[in-house]
């Protein structure tokens, strides 16, 4: 299965994003991006990619342990950005240190739980709204962005979620993300 560690966003945050994304959706070129939905949004930690469900049990202990020796800390979207031309996100502002340090903590349990954990960048704190297959100028919409503030709120889990990607080739199909486990910041979930 495809796995990633993730901060899930609050509906209050989501619904303040979706907000300022439809104002985007109408900009000339919008038809040519694929918008993630909402369902789907997240602050991706540690992605683990393809896991062998062998390694589950103890990714899970340690990923509970990596949420318990971190407190909760406040974060609120942000601003915006782009990648390479293919990919438009909302920042983050608020507790980057603390959610810098979950990431690490969380690649951390990924890589000594035995999943190869190759792709090892700086992390980037963002929320993806859309991609495209081309590269394209997506300046008018990181300027529309950069206005937006969202509302704090508060990180409380840690979630894992597995990702399906759209296999039947239907335009316009997402990737599909479930929760597969949760465990509380802090805590001793």
């Known amino acids: 299965m495809r796995l990633f560690a993730a901060v899930l966003p609050p509906a209050s945050a989501i619904d303040e994003l979706g907000r300022a994304v439809r104002q985007l959706e109408h900009l000339p070129g919008a038809q040519g991006l694929r918008w993630t939905g909402r369902e789907g949004w997240h602050l991706t ?3 683990m990619g393809e896991t062998d469900e062998a390694v589950l049990a103890e990714l899970h202990e340690r990923l509970r342990r990596a949420a318990r020796r971190t407190d909760p800390f406040t974060l609120r979207l942000h601003g915006g950005g782009r990648f390479d031309g293919r990919a438009l996100w909302t920042g983050v502002a608020g507790g980057l240190d603390q959610l810098r340090l979950l990431a690490e903590r969380a690649d951390a349990a990924a890589r000594r739980s035995g999943i190869p954990m190759d792709q090892h960048r700086r992390y980037v704190p963002h929320l993806t709204l859309a991609r495209s297959r081309a590269p394209m100028d997506l300046k ?18 840690l979630a894992l979620i597995r990702s399906t990607l759209p296999g039947g080739g239907t335009p316009g199909e997402r990737p599909r993300y479930e929760a597969v486990a949760r465990w509380p910041l802090g805590g001793d979930g």
Request: proline fraction near 10%; glycine fraction near 14%; charged fraction near 20%.
């Open 45 to 47: 930690l540690a992605f």
């Open 140 to 157: 008018p919409y990181v300027e529309r962005l950069a206005a937006f503030e969202g509302g704090p709120w508060q990180v409380g889990e």
